[in-house]
């Protein structure tokens, strides 16, 4: 189950009168936007989260996988059954952007940093934003209460219930998600560097930890458990790393940060220090040191 965040302003009304989500293959130009061509990829089960003038206005679930209509044509578009469930408090972006934008990819983020949306159709939203959502949901509509522990039997009105369903489902299929990813990345990555920190050589796992070079947030799901994507390493190396005052080269020499040099000694980190990468991690190093790395 994958998540998105649909920017539809003018369209919301008729797109939900329909119980649709559609975008046309091409535009005007002839090409075809990324955020309009994502709708091919919509499966069913998917949730989606529905952006209208600042505000978070829907939540919907995709009921069946996205089909081509008039495929070839001028008028071609990708179009999804979505069952809607409109809010009855809307969600203003911009006041809460200070929770969410931890939560944004670097690339394809449906919301800038000061919390105005970006232009286009269907933008992805990752796991952690998604939950970030679901705590936003939860506090404005019952605020203190326990939503997500009720049991189906408390819930009486049918709107209610179809409301606290869809945040039950969707957050135990998100930590599913989570927890089963995050478990094969780290069983991926203790074989790959053999159970021990790869600067240091600390073997003692409850001082290890599988960190990506290029984090959930910003990665597809085959990169999120990539062993490439990433390197065992002790807790404070770690943290280092997923901070940026450390990173490698593609041939896994060892960088520092301008900001950490005079404490690098403190950390048994020296220049020119080398870990064991190879080429499969030389895309992700790069990631991380374009991205992430002060330096």
Same mark, same amino acid.
């Given at each position: 189950?994958?998540?998105?965040?649909?920017?539809?302003?003018?369209?919301?009304?008729?797109?939900?009168?329909?119980?649709?989500?559609?975008?046309?293959?091409? *535009?005007?130009?002839?090409?075809?936007?990324?955020?309009?061509?994502?709708?091919?990829?919509?499966?069913?089960?998917?949730?989606?989260?529905?952006?209208?003038?600042?505000?978070?206005?829907?939540?919907?679930?995709?009921?069946?996988?996205?089909?081509?209509?008039?495929?070839?044509?001028?008028?071609?578009?990708?179009?999804?059954? +979505?069952?809607?469930?409109?809010?009855?408090?809307?969600? *203003?972006?911009?006041?809460?952007?200070?929770?969410?934008?931890?939560?944004?990819?670097?690339?394809?983020?449906?919301?800038?940093?000061?919390?105005?949306?970006?232009?286009?159709?269907?933008?992805?939203?990752?796991?952690?934003?998604?939950?970030?959502?679901?705590?936003?949901?939860?506090?404005?509509?019952?605020?203190?209460?326990?939503?997500?522990?009720?049991?189906?039997?408390?819930?009486?009105?049918?709107?209610?219930?179809?409301?606290?369903?869809?945040?039950?489902?969707?957050?135990?299929?998100?930590?599913?998600?989570?927890?089963?990813?995050?478990?094969?990345?780290?069983?991926?990555?203790?074989?790959?560097?053999?159970?021990?920190?790869?600067? +240091?050589?600390?073997?003692?796992?409850?001082?290890?930890?599988?960190?990506?070079?290029?984090?959930?947030?910003?990665?597809?799901?085959?990169?999120?458990?990539?062993?490439?994507?990433?390197?065992?390493? +002790?807790?404070?190396?770690?943290?280092?790393?997923?901070?940026?005052?450390?990173?490698?080269?593609?041939?896994?020499?060892?960088?520092?940060?301008?900001?950490?040099?005079?404490?690098?000694?403190?950390?048994?980190?020296?220049?020119?220090?080398?870990?064991?990468?190879? *080429?499969?991690?030389?895309?992700?190093?790069?990631?991380?040191?374009?991205?992430?790395?002060?330096?």
């Amino acid at each position: 189950m994958n998540s998105y965040i649909v920017m539809q302003g003018e369209t919301f009304i008729e797109e939900k009168r329909l119980g649709i989500l559609k975008a046309a293959m091409k *535009d005007k130009a002839g090409t075809t936007p990324h955020s309009w061509e994502r709708v091919k990829s919509l499966k069913k089960g998917d949730r989606t989260f529905h952006y209208v003038k600042g505000q978070l206005v829907a939540v919907g679930t995709i009921q069946e996988d996205a089909q081509e209509v008039d495929g070839g044509s001028t008028t071609g578009f990708w179009s999804a059954p +979505c069952e809607y469930l409109e809010l009855d408090d809307p969600i *203003d972006i911009g006041s809460h952007i200070d929770i969410l934008v931890g939560h944004l990819p670097i690339k394809y983020a449906a919301f800038q940093p000061d919390g105005n949306g970006n232009s286009g159709y269907l933008y992805p939203c990752n796991e952690s934003l998604t939950l970030a959502f679901l705590a936003l949901l939860a506090a404005s509509k019952w605020q203190q209460i326990e939503q997500l522990e009720f049991s189906y039997d408390a819930i009486r009105t049918e709107k209610y219930n179809s409301m606290t369903a869809w945040m039950m489902d969707t957050e135990y299929l998100v930590r599913k998600k989570l927890s089963d990813f995050k478990e094969l990345f780290t069983k991926r990555q203790m074989e790959r560097w053999g159970a021990s920190c790869a600067i +240091c050589g600390t073997d003692n796992k409850a001082l290890l930890k599988a960190v990506y070079s290029k984090p959930w947030k910003d990665s597809m799901d085959a990169e999120r458990v990539d062993a490439a994507n990433g390197v065992i390493l +002790c807790a404070n190396h770690a943290a280092l790393y997923e901070n940026g005052q450390i990173a490698f080269t593609g041939a896994g020499t060892l960088r520092i940060s301008p900001a950490l040099s005079e404490q690098a000694s403190t950390f048994g980190l020296k220049k020119y220090m080398r870990i064991a990468a190879n *080429d499969e991690n030389v895309e992700y190093f790069r990631w991380h040191r374009n991205n992430l790395f002060n330096g």
